[in-house]
């Protein structure tokens, strides 16, 4: 038999009234991130009581105080959300992935001039509002999100979203099998 440390025991429901009794430090946490996170906020509260077992568990290890838990905790939690959060580019893993693919591919930095025709093709493949926020997005000398194409518009994020996916979904779909056809 597998002995139990008593202390373990205990983090769980530990776990499960500290997540009732912070969840305006939970959502304070989340909230830059929630919009992009794929869950709703049953999901959010499981992540944060899986993130404050973690932590009191590793407290309890190390023989530290709970009342860390809370310092802990903001740190252990944000980095799930930003894990979870779909879409949320940091500047820092750009950087990193960018770095890698120069080592690795040095070639690839050599070509860097879209093809003018190709573009071209792909556009044919979407709508006429489709392709109007395709073509202001290309022209931007740099990424623009979701809140500047809405306001050039004068459209709503989520219809601004929703326009951009259907694009894309129409590209991926039939776009890419006439545009690798003409060429």
């Known amino acids: 038999m597998c002995s139990v440390n008593p ?3 205990n983090i769980w429901p530990l776990a499960q009234s500290w997540v009732s009794a912070n969840r305006v430090l939970i959502w304070c946490i989340a909230a ?3 919009r992009y996170m794929s869950c709703d906020s049953r999901d959010l509260a499981g992540e944060a009581q899986l993130a404050v077992y973690q932590v009191i568990s590793v407290l309890i290890d190390q023989n530290k105080d709970l009342s860390l838990t809370s310092q802990y905790f903001r740190i252990v939690f944000g980095t799930r959300c930003i894990q979870l959060a779909a879409g949320v580019a940091l500047a820092n893993e750009q950087q990193a992935s960018m770095a890698i693919q120069n080592e690795q591919s040095p070639d690839l930095n050599e ?3 879209l093809d003018d025709a190709v573009i071209a093709v792909t556009l044919s ?3 006429s509002r489709q392709r109007l926020l395709s073509l202001w997005i290309l022209s931007q000398p740099r990424p623009v999100s979701f809140n500047t194409i809405a ?3 004068g ?3 989520q219809s601004a979203r929703k ?3 259907n694009a894309i979904k ?3 779909g039939y776009g890419n099998q006439r545009i690798c056809e003409d060429l």
């Open 163 to 165: 326009i951009l996916s």
């Open 125 to 127: 493949a979407l709508t």
């Open 32 to 34: 830059p991130y929630y």
């Open 151 to 153: 306001n050039h518009f």
């Open 170 to 172: 129409r590209i991926e």
């Open 111 to 113: 070509c860097c001039e």
């Open 7 to 9: 202390n373990k025991q």
């Open 155 to 157: 459209i709503h994020i």
